[in-house]
């Protein structure tokens, strides 16, 4: 019997620290909030996180490529969203922070859908 315990007992620990490592924080700054506003070119609804690929015209009319994305598919589905929310060409505003290393990747807090509709992510 005392065989199989520490076996048992291991596997349990370990298989409860599996999700707590899957588990993690957006490497962003919130010092600052931003807001891209862009063309759709791709919407990647999976986990961990949807990311929806962007274009964003500068200024000075140049092209930069973002990623927006939320937390997990499922939360993203209790406040609203679905894999047909947003598809390439729509031209949505995505307002949340951004990464600390100057990445052009964007923690959505939410977003403004073309048809002027404000749609949280984290349902704040």
Known sequence: MKALLVPAVTLALVSGAVPLSAHHAWPVSYAQIVTVK????????????????L?????????????VGGPATNRMESNGWSKTTVKPGDVITGVGYQFLDGQKTVRLEYVVLPDGKKLPVYGR
């Open 55 to 67: 274009d964003v015209r500068t200024d000075d009319g140049k092209i930069e490529k973002w990623s």
């Open 38 to 53: 862009g063309t759709v070119t791709q919407f990647n609804w999976g986990n961990p996180h949807p990311m929806i690929s």
